[in-house]
């Protein structure tokens, strides 16, 4: 059994996906502030049997402890959290509320329970502004906004955790740019209000739900002036968590892996692909810098094929196609 917070979002849908397919149990603890109870209805439609729901917020201490010890489950993957760059600089209060306490609320939850293996949502938002590109995992770390930093702080809790009792067992995933949805368009990222992230906002255009997308900034030190970022396809995600769950059985360590492809896109070229994916024209105009955005970000993925034998699969055509696909469904 697997316990999974965060299970009804955009990744931890797909995860479950990925969970289920390979014969694991699976329980979800979800707040639904940023999902559909639906959203694993589908899920179960997809697998074949359907995850068991426990609706809660991870900061409830006596919920949480509650759901994990009756799950069973002997190992936790970690989703829940506040997620938006712009929000963080606007209320970051917030993000180490909902990020940073709900982490601890969990990691006491599963000391009390003696469950001590983990997989977390990290992010690249750890390495900064890079000094260097590609990005290794023993690049400097730092942040350039509260959600960045939530995620540092977190980190550095699981790693003091894991020095106070080595049989912690912790994967510390560093995702980059999740995009794209399950091939059978049954789930995909589907945020409530205006989107967040490029590839969803990109779509709703391409679909007649907004009028234009906004490119903020096209000064950038980068080839077309835009910001440039390492897109990987949310199913490559998803099977990322179950490697990193295989790896875990074998060690107690906590240790941090990128999961990227290795390569940057423009948000212009991701524009172009998802307009060739759609046939569908994407108007856009420039508007100023975001807060906290920088200019490029890419993984060097290397070390999560060495360890996990993960890489991925899925091209920028898939990405946007499948994407596409979720988006023009009457669930989209």
């Known amino acids: 059994m697997i316990f999974v917070t965060g299970g009804a979002g955009y990744i931890g849908s797909h995860a479950c996906v990925e969970l289920i397919n390979a014969g694991l149990d699976v329980t979800v603890f979800d707040n ?18 359907a995850p068991t729901l426990v609706q809660g917020d991870i900061r409830d201490s006596a919920a949480l402890e509650a759901a994990l010890r009756a799950s069973g489950a002997r190992a936790v993957i970690h989703f829940a959290g506040l997620k938006a760059v712009g929000e963080s600089v606007q209320n970051p209060l917030a993000y180490y509320d909902n990020n940073v306490l709900g982490t601890l609320r969990l990691l006491q939850a599963m000391t009390k329970c003696d469950v001590k293996t983990l997989v977390f949502s990290s992010s690249a938002t750890v390495y900064g502004d890079p000094q260097r ?11 350039t906004n509260p959600y960045g930093q939530s995620k540092l702080v977190i980190e550095e809790m699981l790693r003091d955790l894991h020095r106070s009792d080595p049989a912690w067992r912790i994967s510390i995933l560093r ?26 906002y990109v779509a709703q255009v391409a679909a007649g739900r907004r009028a234009f997308l906004n490119v ?38 906590c240790r941090a892996i990128n999961l990227g492809t290795g390569v940057g896109y423009s948000v212009l070229g991701m524009l ?61």
């Open 133 to 143: 590109l590609p990005l290794t995992e023993d690049h400097p770390l730092s942040a």
């Open 32 to 49: 639904f502030c940023n999902s559909q109870p639906d959203v694993l209805t589908r899920v179960a439609r997809i697998t074949g049997k």
């Open 216 to 253: 903020w900034g096209n000064d950038y030190d980068t080839p077309d002036g835009t910001g440039v970022r390492d897109y990987i396809h949310v199913v490559d995600l998803a099977l990322g968590h179950l490697k990193a769950l295989q790896r875990l059985a074998l060690h107690a360590e």
């Open 272 to 332: 172009r692909a998802f307009e060739q994916a759609s046939g569908k024209p994407v108007p856009y105009q420039v508007a100023p810098r975001r807060a906290g955005d920088i200019a490029a970000c890419y993984a060097d993925p290397s070390l999560a094929l060495s360890l996990l034998g993960w890489r991925a699969e899925r091209d920028l055509t898939a990405m946007c196609t499948d994407a596409w696909r979720w988006q023009s469904s009457e669930k989209g």
């Open 175 to 200: 995702y980059f740019n999740p995009v794209g949805a399950h091939t059978s368009g049954l789930i995909g990222e589907d945020p409530q209000g205006t989107p967040n992230n490029l590839l969803p």
